[in-house]
C-alpha cells in the first residue's frame, strides 16, 4: 500500500533541478525493488540538456557539484557519515563502482510523525551541521558532491518510516511551495524540472 508524508517538504536546493529517476508510480520510482528507496528522487543539475561543462570524466565539472544543500523540513539530525571521498566519474554517464557505501556521504533529519528524510551522495568535509543539531527547512546542510554509487553529482532524497535506508516503510513525498515544470504542484517525478517558489 502506498503511503504519502504527512509533513510537507521543500526541493532540497533553491536553484532550479531536473528530476532523472523517481516518482509516485511503479513506472516512474527510483528504484521500485529496492523496497526502502521506491520513492527516492535523484535532482540532477541540468543546463542545455547536459549534466556538465567540458571535461565529464572530472567531478567539478558537474554543473551541480558542490552546490547547496538545503534541509528539506524542520526536526533533528541522527546520523552522518562523512570522509567518504568522491567517486570516478565518467563522461559517459556509467555508475561509478568504486565505492566504500552506495549512499557515499549522507545525512538523516528525523522530522514530525516519524518521518526520516536521507539525503545521499554529499561532498566529503561539506557538512554544515551535526549528529543532534535542530534544523530548520531551508536552512544549508551541506554541498553536493559525487560519493557512493552515482552517475554523476547530484542529490539523491528518500523519505521512510525508519531510518534503515533499504527496508524501512517509504513513503511518496508531498511537497509544497513548488513549482514543477513552471506550475505549483505537490507530487513529481521522472522528467520534471522542480525548484522552490521562494527562490
Not at 28 to 43: E, K, L, P, T, V
Not at 108 to 128: L, M, V
Not at 188 to 195: L, M, R, S
Request: charged letters at 25%.
Amino acid at each position: 500500500m502506498k503511503k504519502k508524508t504527512k509533513n510537507k517538504y521543500i526541493i532540497p536546493s533553491n536553484e532550479r533541478w531536473y528530476i532523472t529517476y523517481g516518482g509516485y508510480t511503479k513506472k516512474d520510482s527510483h528504484s521500485y525493488d529496492i523496497y526502502g528507496q521506491r520513492w527516492a528522487y535523484d535532482f540532477d543539475y541540468n543546463v542545455n540538456d547536459t549534466y556538465y561543462h567540458d571535461d565529464g570524466n572530472i567531478n567539478e565539472n558537474y554543473y551541480g557539484y558542490g552546490k547547496p544543500i538545503l534541509a528539506p523540513i524542520d526536526g533533528f539530525i541522527v546520523d552522518i557519515v562523512d570522509g567518504i571521498k568522491d567517486s570516478r566519474a565518467y563522461a559517459d554517464m556509467r555508475v561509478s563502482q568504486d565505492l566504500e557505501d552506495v549512499r557515499g556521504n549522507y545525512l538523516i533529519i528525523k522530522a514530525a510523525y516519524g518521518e526520516y528524510c536521507t539525503i545521499c551522495h554529499i561532498k566529503k568535509d561539506s557538512f554544515k551541521v551535526k549528529i543532534g543539531d535542530i534544523v530548520k527547512q531551508g536552512q544549508e546542510i551541506a554541498s553536493v558532491g559525487n560519493s557512493g554509487r552515482t552517475k554523476g553529482a547530484h542529490i539523491h532524497m528518500q523519505v521512510n518510516k525508519g531510518m534503515d535506508f533499504f527496508n524501512s516503510e517509504p513513503l511518496i513525498i508531498v511537497f509544497k511551495n513548488i513549482l514543477v515544470n513552471n506550475k505549483t504542484k505537490s507530487l513529481i517525478k521522472v522528467g520534471d524540472f522542480v525548484e522552490n517558489k521562494s527562490r
